[in-house]
């Protein structure tokens, strides 16, 4: 089920002069540098429009607010949920962070945990 917000986030008539890491880093009260760094992505990388809107760097953000709109509800708000992602351990990961698991391209696996989650599944 798509949750609203940055799922919706590329069709949702962004202003010209914006990309779509201006409007997350907006969400989550951060600078697009430590979004980048929190994304895996050189910082380098958010600078430039074209290379902010190249297809990898549009996926792995896409990744990373997906997951942060999947527990937004539980955790309060995107801010919360953002800190979740960035520093809640998960045991079912051997302790690893999202942000983790996402840098490392498991954000499937994050996924298909928080599904499980979601449908009333134990930790």
């Given at each position: 089920?798509p949750?609203?917000?940055f799922?919706?986030?590329?069709?949702?008539?962004?202003e010209?002069?914006?990309?779509?890491?201006?409007?997350?880093?907006?969400?989550?009260?951060?600078?697009?540098?430590?979004?980048?760094?929190?994304?895996?992505?050189?910082p380098?990388?958010?600078?430039?429009?074209?290379?902010?809107?190249?297809?990898?760097?549009?996926?792995?953000?896409?990744?990373m607010a997906?997951?942060v709109?999947?527990?937004?509800?539980?955790?309060?708000g995107?801010?919360?949920?953002?800190?979740?992602?960035r520093?809640e351990p998960?045991?079912?990961?051997?302790?690893r962070?999202a942000?983790?698991?996402?840098?490392?391209?498991?954000?499937?696996?994050?996924?298909?945990?928080?599904?499980?989650?979601?449908?009333?599944?134990?930790?």
């Amino acid at each position: 089920m798509p949750q609203k917000g940055f799922a919706e986030a590329p069709q949702s008539g962004w202003e010209a002069e914006d990309t779509m890491a201006d409007d997350i880093a907006e969400r989550f009260g951060i600078n697009k540098r430590e979004l980048a760094l929190t994304a895996g992505l050189a910082p380098a990388t958010l600078q430039r429009r074209s290379r902010a809107d190249a297809p990898a760097t549009r996926a792995r953000l896409g990744e990373m607010a997906e997951i942060v709109a999947r527990v937004s509800a539980w955790a309060g708000g995107d801010r919360q949920a953002f800190a979740w992602y960035r520093s809640e351990p998960l045991p079912e990961f051997g302790d690893r962070t999202a942000e983790s698991l996402v840098k490392s391209g498991k954000a499937a696996a994050l996924r298909d945990y928080l599904d499980h989650l979601a449908l009333g599944g134990f930790a």
